[in-house]
T-cell receptor, first 107, second 116 residues
Framework: AQRVTQPEKLLSVFKGAPVELKCNYSYSGSPELFWYVQYSRQRLQLLLRHISRESIKGFTADLNKGETSFHLKKPFAQEEDSAMYYCALQGAQKLVFGQGTRLTINP | GAGVSQSPSNKVTEKGKDVELRCDPISGHTALYWYRQSLGQGLEFLIYFQGNSAPDKSGLPSDRFSAERTGGSVSTLTIQRTQQEDSAVYLC??????????????FGSGTRLTVV
């Protein structure tokens, strides 16, 4: 079965503090993972893909196959990072999403 | 078009009525997906179209839900005899090809359905 778990529905940190959004997955094949973000009143958009090993808006995510995790990290949070974040796993046919984490950055 | 277009953006309907939601994917994208986004439920897969293949309907929650895609482009999601639990944001997404998974999906802005 393909499953994505984001254990935190809500996460609140102060501006300038490090942030980590947790994501764990369950998949028997070779996983392909993504983070999507939805800012207030905007459409859901791709933030980053594990396959490209990129850093977007200061965010990075490392695939850890041993722990079956793909946590999203940023060393210094900014107020504009406040949004809903979804971790997603590419299954055989479609993306399977986690429940999402609402990140709030306090000034 | 430049992006995935969905209409209407908002729909309020009475319980028991039928509704149709429309999605116009990015030109040339062969794969089209419908998801439902509701509070506390995350993003729930509904149905997937890929080219001329039979659609994957495994996510449709009941037989009141159906979808079609005409000419490999525009798709319509139909909900018959709407219930209050159908209230949600319905998202459409498209991608260039099922095999090119690393590009991810491009989402529309969604249709917010409210059943009263």
């Amino acid at each position: 079965a393909q499953r994505v778990t984001q254990p935190e529905k809500l996460l609140s940190v102060f501006k300038g503090a490090p942030v980590e959004l947790k994501c764990n997955y369950s998949y028997s094949g070779s996983p392909e993972l993504f983070w999507y973000v939805q800012y207030s009143r905007q459409r859901l958009q791709l933030l980053l893909r594990h396959i490209s090993r990129e850093s977007i808006k200061g965010f990075t995510a490392d695939l850890n196959k041993g722990e079956t995790s793909f946590h999203l990290k940023k060393p210094f949070a900014q107020e504009e990072d406040s949004a809903m974040y979804y971790c997603a796993l590419q299954g055989a046919q479609k993306l399977v999403f986690g429940q999402g984490t609402r990140l709030t950055i306090n000034p | 078009g430049a992006g995935v277009s969905q209409s209407p953006s908002n729909k309020v309907t009475e319980k028991g009525k039928d509704v149709e939601l429309r999605c116009d994917p990015i030109s040339g994208h062969t794969a089209l997906y419908w998801y439902r986004q509701s509070l506390g439920q995350g993003l729930e897969f509904l149905i997937y179209f890929q080219g001329n293949s039979a659609p994957d309907k495994s996510g449709l929650p009941s037989d009141r839900f159906s979808a079609e895609r005409t000419g490999g482009s525009v798709s319509t999601l139909t909900i018959q005899r709407t219930q209050q639990e159908d209230s949600a944001v319905y998202l459409c997404a498209s991608s260039p090809d099922r095999g090119i998974v690393s590009y991810g999906y491009t989402f529309g802005s969604g249709t917010r359905l409210t059943v009263v």
